[in-house]
């Protein structure tokens, strides 16, 4: 798996390489061709609502944290290099233990369960005509690697019967080795120069988690597969579209 | 003090004059003109403490003798146009044009002209002629029945109504001045025929022939029609100002009643407005050139040459004239700045007619001629440059090599001397002897002897008929007279191997082209567009940037002055910001950077508005400019060839398809935040116009239009500033090597 991640990576960075070669003047933003900046990516998540009430109380948003840096490479073209971080909630089926007189019966029930997730993305923009990289509107692809686990090393999630949901079949553990996939992304964007050293990045973007662990879930759900397959499908969920508003600098 | 400022003063003024709130057409009026006269202020079109200037204001001191205070709110500025026109603002500003100036007669007629503009500002006519007109226009009650001639009509009789209100005070207050008041009459008649040249003289077209090249028949005029003397009672309906007959009719009926009229037409010297009128005429001459009137500018040069016969300045107009005449005709362009000769009157007709007339070689060659000649006299930058380059058009374009030039002069000399003792005549006379010893003393010819007499004499008919032709092709004897002059030989082999040159870079050009299809062409012409996005190394180290413009506009208000005002400022900041951080050594001439003392930095200005201003009119056409040697002093003081422009053009719009993304943003809920943020707001779209010119070759070195889609933001503005900064200070590829 890692060996397949790492040759799409190295084919992005090939390519991207041999598109950008920086023609013969790149002047970057006033000389500047390195920005540092901070995003935020927010945007509603998609759950099951049954009816209007819902879908207006209900309604939460997720949130990731961005770390980036961008090099200009040529007139309308820069690279870039990001870390996302986020603790998200996703909606689970927690156990819970009800203790009568003699007997101790676990009951699932609905709750949130904190997750990490961990992104290291390579990106491309590409700016639009007559626009001068890294200001302006652009057009971004990415690719990255996506690491996922629980916050918590001991959560667990309650693994239901099919059939009869209130019956437990058992607690599945989220192992401590982080999960992982592959982020593919496409954003348009805006970077928006204020002052002299900063601009701000506004974007839109839709992103796609493919391949890493998650064709384990393919085979019929155990107990081992079953948290993988709970928080696969909620990722996606909460990452599938996003909107980036954030602050860059200008460093070099 | 920026527009603006002087816009919220006379808003003040109005409230406080008038007690009332100012309108909002009147605030429009008094924005506009404040904006307007601004820019005129700033252009270099008007001169400040010249001679002309001052003598203007000493004229007005005289007519405004007795009225000190008004005296104290006006303001009187010459305005360098070649238009006879003279008109006044409401903020006290009277201009006069160097070409109204330089067809007066007498001082008088100016005093007249000034009481008359006087009157203007004293009545408010330019308010009250604008808000009639917006009263009119834009009256959708009282007339909306109305047809567009006749709310025209209304609104022209408005503005004669002024006028005739104008002439009249004027009149009166020229009675009360010592001037004689039978010249506001001399100043009508001066109005009526302004459109002529400076005199009415025949044109003297030897004055360009040289001993060998002599102009045709067909080139001259048989007979010139008189100028039109009734045309000053035609149809003024429409017109803003009513006819000259109806002003002068009623200006006559006036000056019977005033009895206490001066005789005085000067009241200065005599010698002091001819002087100041002269100087006039001069400029004319030059405004002529920047206009592209050369027809004109050599016939009022010609004029005034009978006065100034020595003067380099009107024999370099002349020089100019021809050479920018014969670059039109080389490079097959029009030149819409002169008028065609059938709408000129007078004897300048034969000037004009005698230039329109000759083909592309003709008028090159005379010009080449006229240049030579005139370089041996003044070696000048220009005119060297101008004769260099011409001999190379010459050489390209009609082949007028040395060995063909000299090849031409000989086959001339042999047909002068056929004309001495004629062709035809040895032909016949040979004929005869042949004739005499071929026949049989019976007086018998064979059919044979006849038949090789008519091949002899088609023969020789044939030859005469070739040396008529060579000898009819004058542009290839323009230097007949000169042929073995060492300087045409050294000008000609320049010309040859820079000829050479241009024809191998356009033989290159063709055939990289040559095998491709259509579509293989279109793209390489596109990729080749694309290219020149990017800023040209051109290896400037120091670049004078003028007067940088900024135009802001949105689809339903049009332009917006102060905003306009505001960004033009912001855009020059920018400018030297951005030099400064791309290392860029820039002049910056831009009004609100000068001190009030700094009059050599506003006339170095003006001048370099002039020198742009006439690369504007010659458009695609690239010549060595007239203005070149004034804006080349400049350029030198400054250590500097390359004038940059500089402006935005901003717009704000409503975006076309708002429906469609908003229908769309329905379907797909949850971006329809989106769609109603994209829907509500306007979509701006920003111009960043850059050229570079050589101010020597005359050459646009690099012109760029960015479009952006996005608000004008400084940083955009900046990002591309500094991008053409960094770039055209980068050496050229060829220099490196």
Not at chain 2, 403 to 414: D, G, H, I, L, P
Not at chain 2, 440 to 461: F, I, Q, T
Request: charge should be neutral; include cysteine; proline fraction near 3%.
């Amino acid at each position: 798996m890692k060996n397949k991640i790492t040759t799409l990576l190295l084919t992005f960075c090939i390519a991207v390489g041999a598109f950008a070669t920086p023609p013969q003047h790149v002047p970057g933003y006033m000389g500047k061709k390195l920005s540092v900046g901070a995003n935020v990516s927010t945007f509603f998540m998609f759950e099951d609502f049954s009816d209007v009430t819902d879908l207006i109380f209900s309604t939460r948003f997720s949130y990731k944290t961005e770390l980036a840096a961008t090099y200009t490479v040529g007139r309308r073209v820069s690279l870039g290099a990001s870390y996302y971080f986020a603790k998200q909630k996703y909606t689970s089926i927690s156990s819970d233990y009800v203790f009568g007189y003699n007997y101790t019966t676990v009951m699932p029930k609905e709750d949130f369960v904190d997750c990490k997730l961990r992104i290291v993305e390579f990106n491309m923009k590409i700016f639009r005509r007559n626009f001068l990289a890294p200001i302006g509107p652009y057009h971004q692809i990415g690719v990255g690697v996506v690491k996922y686990n629980a916050s918590a090393p001991g959560d667990s999630i309650v693994l239901v019967d099919a059939d009869s949901p209130s019956q437990v079949r058992g607690i599945a553990r989220i192992p401590s080795d982080p999960y992982s996939c592959v982020k593919l992304s496409y954003h348009i964007g805006y970077a928006a120069p204020v002052f002299k050293n900063c601009f701000f990045n506004f974007a839109f973007g839709v992103n796609f988690f493919r391949g890493g662990d998650s064709p384990k879930i393919k085979t019929s759900i155990t107990s081992s597969n079953y948290a993988l397959a709970m928080m696969n499908k909620h990722i996606r969920r909460h990452n599938f579209l996003e909107f980036k508003i954030g602050f860059s600098w200008l460093a070099l | 003090m920026s527009a603006k400022v002087k816009y919220q003063e006379d808003v003040k003024q109005e409230t406080k004059t008038t007690k009332k709130y100012v309108s909002k057409t009147k605030g429009e009026f008094l924005l506009q003109s404040n904006y307007f006269v601004d820019i005129l202020l700033q252009s270099g079109k008007v001169l400040f403490g010249d001679s002309v200037t001052n003598y203007v204001n000493s004229v007005a001191d005289r007519v405004l003798i007795n009225e000190p205070e008004l005296r104290a709110q006006l303001t009187f500025y010459t305005l360098r146009s070649e238009e006879p026109n003279a008109f006044s603002t409401d903020q006290g500003m009277i201009f006069v044009t160097v070409g109204l100036i330089s067809q007066l007669e007498n001082e008088a007629q100016l005093a007249f002209i000034l009481s008359h503009e006087i009157a203007h500002y004293q009545k408010r006519h330019t308010l009250s002629v604008y808000m009639e007109g917006q009263r009119i226009f834009s009256d959708n009650t009282k007339s909306r029945s109305a047809t567009l001639d006749d709310k025209i009509r209304n609104f022209s009789n408005h503005e004669k109504a002024s006028e005739y209100q104008a002439d009249s005070m004027g009149l009166a207050r020229l009675s009360k001045t010592g001037y004689d008041c039978s010249e506001a009459i001399g100043a009508m008649f001066v109005l009526q025929f302004s459109h002529l040249p400076f005199d009415d003289f025949a044109f003297n077209s030897k004055f360009y022939e040289r001993p060998m090249m002599v102009f045709p028949k067909s080139l001259l005029l048989d007979s010139i029609p008189p100028i039109k003397l009734d045309g000053d009672s035609e149809d003024d309906q429409y017109s803003s100002h009513p006819n000259i007959a109806n002003r002068r009719s009623k200006l006559e009926d006036q000056l019977e009643d005033l009895t206490n009229c001066g005789s005085s037409k000067f009241a200065s010297t005599e010698a002091q407005f001819y002087l100041i009128r002269t100087i006039c005429r001069f400029e004319v001459v030059r405004l002529e050139l920047i206009a592209r009137n050369y027809p004109g500018a050599i016939y009022n040069s010609t004029f005034l040459q009978k006065e100034y016969p020595q003067s380099l300045y009107l024999k370099r107009a002349i020089g100019k004239s021809l050479y920018c005449m014969a670059k039109y005709e080389n490079l097959g362009k029009n030149n819409d700045g002169t008028d065609s000769y059938h709408k000129v009157e007078g004897n300048q007709q034969q000037c004009f007619y005698l230039f329109q007339r000759m083909s592309d070689e003709q008028i090159t060659s005379v010009a080449l001629r006229y240049l030579y000649d005139l370089s041996k006299v003044d070696s000048s930058e220009t005119i060297l440059a101008m004769r260099n380059d011409l001999c190379t058009d010459a050489v390209f374009y009609h082949n007028m090599t040395m060995e063909a030039m000299q090849k031409s002069v000989r086959t001339y000399k042999e047909a002068l001397a056929d004309t001495v003792k004629p062709v035809v005549d040895t032909a016949t006379k040979t004929a005869e002897v042949k004739k005499d010893s071929s026949s049989s003393p019976s007086g018998y010819v064979s059919k044979y002897d006849k038949l090789r007499n008519e091949k002899k004499k088609k023969e020789k008919k044939e030859v005469v008929e070739q040396k008529n032709a060579e000898v009819s092709k004058f542009h290839m004897l323009a230097f007949g007279d000169i042929i073995d002059e060492t300087g045409v030989i050294r000008m000609f082999e320049m010309a040859e191997s820079k000829a050479e040159i241009k024809t191998q870079a356009k033989e290159a050009k063709e055939k990289k082209y040559a095998n491709m299809s259509s579509y293989e062409e279109r793209k390489a012409r596109q990729k080749e567009g694309k290219k020149n996005n990017t800023p040209t190394p051109l290896g400037i180290d120091t670049v004078l940037v003028v007067d940088p413009f900024y135009l802001y506009a949105t689809e339903r208000e049009g332009y917006k002055l102060l905003e306009s005002e505001a960004g033009r400022y912001r855009l020059c900041s920018e400018v030297s910001d951005v030099a400064a951080a791309a290392e860029m050594p820039i002049v910056l001439f831009q009004m609100k950077e000068f001190e009030k003392t700094d009059i050599d930095k506003y006339n170095e200005l003006a001048l370099l508005n002039e020198w742009l201003e006439e690369s504007a009119n010659h458009d695609e056409v690239v010549v060595i400019q007239s203005e070149t040697e004034f804006a080349s002093s400049v350029c030198d003081k400054y250590h500097s060839d390359h004038i940059m422009i500089t402006g935005v053009t901003s717009i704000k719009q409503h975006r076309s398809n708002r429906g469609g993304v908003v229908l769309f943003t329905i379907l797909c809920w949850p971006l329809l935040p989106a769609g109603i943020v994209y829907a509500l707001t306007p979509e701006h779209e920003t111009y960043l116009i850059t050229g570079i010119f050589n101010v020597k070759s005359g050459e646009t070195e690099m012109s760029r239009v960015s479009r952006l889609k996005a608000k004008a933001r400084s940083g955009y503005i900046g990002s591309q500033l500094y991008d053409i900064f960094t770039g055209i200070k980068k050496e050229p590829s060829s220099t490196k090597k």
